[in-house]
C-alpha cells in the first residue's frame, strides 16, 4: 500500500531554517504530483506548496511564497519542502500528501484532490 513518511520537524527560533521530507513508497512515484499542507492548533489545513510529477511546475500559497521552496529527487522517492525564514505563524503539523492519480493535472490547492496523505510532522517557530 501507498505509504507517506515525513521528517525533519522541530522546534526552531524565527528566522531559522528546516528542510522536511517525505519518503514514499508504494506508488509510481515519478508519476505523481506530490503537496504539502500544514494544520495549525484549532485551524483548518491548509495548502502549502505543491509540484508536479516532473517537478517542472511548482504552487505555493502566498503566506510562504518566497521562503519555501518545494522539490523532489525521484530517485530516492522524495519529496522536500525548504523552509527559510521560519515565522511562528509557520508553526503548524506538516503534511505530506499525493493525489490518487499520476499526471495529476487538477487543483493542486485543494486537499481533497489528494487521496494519500502522511503522518506529519510538527514544526513549531518560537519568536
Known amino acids: 500500500q501507498v505509504q507517506l513518511v515525513e521528517s525533519g520537524g522541530g522546534l526552531v527560533q524565527a528566522g531559522a531554517s528546516l528542510r522536511l521530507s517525505c519518503a514514499a513508497s508504494?506508488?509510481?512515484?515519478?508519476?505523481?504530483?506530490m503537496g504539502w499542507f500544514r494544520q495549525a492548533p484549532g485551524k483548518e489545513r491548509e495548502f502549502v506548496a505543491a509540484?508536479?510529477?516532473?517537478?517542472?511546475?511548482?504552487y505555493y500559497a502566498d503566506s510562504v511564497k518566497g521562503r519555501f521552496t518545494i522539490s523532489r529527487d525521484n530517485a530516492k522517492n522524495t519529496v522536500y519542502l525548504q523552509m527559510n525564514s521560519l515565522k511562528p505563524e509557520d508553526t503548524a503539523v506538516y503534511y505530506c500528501?499525493?493525489?490518487?492519480?499520476?499526471?495529476?493535472?487538477?487543483?493542486?490547492?485543494?486537499?481533497?484532490?489528494?487521496?494519500?496523505w502522511g503522518q506529519g510532522t510538527q514544526v513549531t517557530v518560537s519568536s
Open positions: 508504494g506508488l509510481l512515484f515519478s508519476r505523481y504530483a
Open positions: 509540484l508536479n510529477w516532473n517537478g517542472r511546475s511548482t
Open positions: 500528501a499525493a493525489p490518487r492519480n499520476i499526471y495529476f493535472s487538477g487543483n493542486y490547492y485543494y486537499a481533497d484532490e489528494y487521496g494519500y
